[in-house]
């Protein structure tokens, strides 16, 4: 094989043992990597209905096939396990050295089980694989962890780590590489710290080879020097994602207390030029030139990594409109190892409830420091409600009951990323239906959506989720590339396709990389629906109730909500289109199209199918 390694490493922390082996090409062509090995492995190792926090679950790395070559944004790696906080299928990517240095030791997954006696770190150097005691990094935060790592290995190695929230199982504990580059936020790092594993380190030393190496040469020149050329480079970089403040606040779709509100009135403290104002440098992923990153000084004058979702969610869902205070939450967020956007939720909800009396502690909309504590509370599951926010906003709205889980704001368990929806059907229906709970990195169709039109829900907006889906969701995140090059300055998708070429030697247009991203959706589905069994119901796919019985107060579009009939309609319409029944389950006929005929038989003894 060119382009891939071919190579799996499976590592048994309870046995101390790793052994590395082939992998069918087969595999190869039909999944391509990343999260398409991820969901493959998962639905092959794991027995359904394991507890995700028991050494049973499986903690999976996997890079693709353009990973590690000098390629735009191509320095991405998917961490994917049973979820601890959905009990579904979760993953992210991470922008990490790691993915480099993985795939130069010789692998293309690593795939981690067990549960080590003592915390460890795993040390993976081409063919050597030990197992280190870490019993004296247990405790430390993510950046001090990852700082005595390289003092150790050089900062030239790859490093995953986690922070005190991973060891302490909170269920929206993220890994951390970087200072700041974190992901799997659905709890990869709870089942990171399940197993004692504190940190992973690779270190490689073999050159990728591809099918045409000159080619693949040329390729990448022309793709960066493309990148560079692109009219909207230069904002990039100034702002990175951040002028999404603006738009989001424009467009009535910022979230503002808890979601309660698409506009804040203090969001140009927060924006994008404030920022700018604070800004001391740009970071970024590997194989990267539009490092995305935007390092500013906090109030304790430390530096902490910004981009949009990170101030959306811990600046105007929590009504706090300093700058310089998002920043600080956002870096003991990256310090502690917690996810920023389910933090961000979660602390709103706290603020939600403490308004409406329903816990006993004082907790005021952008109240500062009593957000610092709680998130220290979090962090190290302190007190009753440090623990109970722990367990992320759906357990949370459970304990709290009276009428809460109305606006408790997750789907499938998994707390809603940075866009209000009250004014956008098809954004909610991409939360609905993502394959890991309410996600935005599947089908971030809100701009299309505020461009044609939000009032419909209509078959248009279907196909558009879908689309966006089958590219954002399956193909960029199987090939391990980052999307942003695409998205936001123009990079053409034609690209891709030779770039794999040019890696692999395998011709695919662009209809055959939908169907390899329709394949590991559907894959996903099957997951979740083989996971829940009876349980499984549309509901499941539908967003929280405030959106459809809370109308905007404020803002060019107040008076707005979502119609939870056409909502329901529209669900309907997208399963259809979609080849599965009425309650969202895959038919048999849908899943043997797409080479899944043995998904379909095993699904079938966990859940009734259609034909
Ligand atoms: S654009 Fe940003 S997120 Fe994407 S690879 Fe570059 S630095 Fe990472």
Redesign the pocket.
């Known amino acids: 094989m060119f382009g891939w390694n071919g190579k799996l490493l499976h590592v048994n922390l309870t046995k101390g043992k790793a052994v590395a082996d082939k992998y069918e090409a087969e595999m190869a062509k039909n999944y391509l990597g990343g999260r398409g090995f991820a969901a493959k492995i998962l639905w092959d190792t794991l027995r359904a209905g394991i507890d995700p926090l028991s050494p049973d679950n499986r903690l999976i790395f996997a890079a693709g096939p353009l990973t590690a070559f000098s390629l735009p ?1 191509s ?2 790696l998917v961490v994917a396990a049973k979820s601890p906080l959905t009990w579904g299928y979760g993953d992210g990517n991470i ?1 990490t050295l790691a993915t480099v240095q993985m795939r130069r030791a010789g692998y293309d997954a690593v795939i981690v089980e067990g549960r080590a006696k003592d915390p460890i770190v795993l040390f993976i150097r081409d063919e050597s694989v030990d197992f280190l005691d870490a019993r004296n990094l247990w405790g430390l935060g993510s950046f001090e962890t990852e700082s005595r790592l390289a003092q150790l290995y050089g900062h030239g190695a790859g490093v995953l780590c986690i922070g005190q929230a991973g060891e302490n199982l909170v269920k929206y504990a993220v890994i951390v590489s970087q200072e700041g ?1 974190a992901g799997g936020r659905a709890g990869m790092g709870a089942v990171m710290g399940s197993k004692n594993l504190k940190a992973v380190v690779f270190l490689g030393s073999n050159e990728l080879s591809a099918a045409y190496p000159k080619e693949m040469k040329e390729l990448g020149s022309e793709t960066l020097r493309e990148v560079l050329a692109k009219p909207n480079y230069a904002f990039w970089k100034r702002q ?1 994602t951040m002028s999404t403040i603006e738009w989001s606040q424009e467009n009535s779709v910022l979230p503002t207390h808890n979601y309660s509100e698409g506009v804040f009135e203090k969001a140009e403290a927060i924006s994008g030029f404030a920022m700018e104002k604070l800004k001391v440098s740009n ?3 590997p ?2 030139n ?4 935007n390092v500013v000084k906090d109030s304790y004058r430390k530096e902490s990594e910004l981009d949009y979702e990170n101030v959306a969610m811990l600046g105007s869902n929590i009504g706090l409109g300093n700058l310089k205070s998002v920043a600080a939450l956002n870096r003991f967020a990256d310090d502690y190892g917690l996810d920023t956007i389910s933090l961000g939720n979660v602390l709103g909800f706290a603020m939600e409830a403490s308004e409406k009396g329903l816990i006993d502690e004082k907790i005021p909309w952008g109240g500062f420091k009593v957000a610092e504590g709680l998130t220290k509370d979090i962090a190290y599951r302190r007190g009753h409600l440090g623990n109970l926010l722990a367990d992320g906003v759906y357990s949370a709205s459970e304990e709290i009951g009276r009428g809460s889980s109305h606006w408790a704001m997750h789907v499938k368990g998994l707390e809603i990323s940075a866009y209000d929806c009250h004014t956008t059907p098809a954004m909610a229906l991409a939360y609905g239906t993502c394959s890991i709970g309410a996600h935005h990195k599947d089908a971030w169709v809100v701009s299309w959506e505020v461009k044609t039109g939000r009032k419909g829900y209509n078959a248009a907006k279907v196909e558009k989720v879908i689309e966006l889906q089958r590219m954002r969701g399956g193909v960029f995140e199987c090939l391990t590339v ?1 999307r ?2 695409w998205i ?1 300055l123009g990079f053409e998708l034609e690209w891709y396709p030779k770039l794999l070429h040019a890696a692999t030697g395998i011709e695919m247009s662009w209809e055959d990389l939908n169907t390899i991203g329709d394949r590991v959706f559907n894959l996903i589905r099957a997951f979740w629906v083989r996971e829940f069994g009876k349980k499984w119901n549309t509901e499941m796919d539908v967003p929280p109730a405030r959106w459809f019985e809370e109308r905007l107060t404020k803002g060019p579009l107040k008076r707005t909500k979502l119609d939870r009939t056409k909502y329901d309609e529209m669900l309907q319409m997208y399963y259809r289109r979609r080849g599965w029944d009425e309650r969202g389950v895959p038919r048999r006929t849908t899943l043997a199209k797409l080479g899944l005929r043995d998904v379909a038989q095993d699904l079938g003894r966990h859940a009734k199918m259609s034909e």
């Open positions: 944004s320095g991405k922008g580059r990175g970071r970024g992923c194989q990267c539009m490092t995305c990153g980052c942003f090059p936001e």
